[in-house]
């Protein structure tokens, strides 16, 4: 089974849906609420980077990058 560009992109959005419910849920907001601010980060942009391949991390990762990157990090 060959990993298309198709199946890196579902498994970057389910990684974007978990992340995005976990910071909701820790900051009290919703979901549909923080999805855009999320999208337009430099953390999302860098998901999609196919050379960087950060969509291999697991979501408590990229939930960390994410708040390193909202702190000014």
Do not use: N
Not at 2 to 13: F, G, K, L, M, S
Request: aromatic share 6%; proline share 3%; net charge negative.
């Amino acid at each position: 089974m060959a990993v298309t560009r198709e199946r890196i992109d579902a498994a970057i959005d389910m990684l974007i849906s978990m992340v995005v419910m976990d910071l909701a849920h820790e900051q009290g907001r919703s979901a549909t609420e923080l999805m855009p601010e999320f999208l337009s980060s430099r953390t999302a942009r860098q998901l999609y980077d196919e050379e960087q391949k950060l969509w291999c991390e697991g979501p408590a990762y990229i939930e960390e990058m994410y708040k390193k990157e909202m702190q000014g990090g």
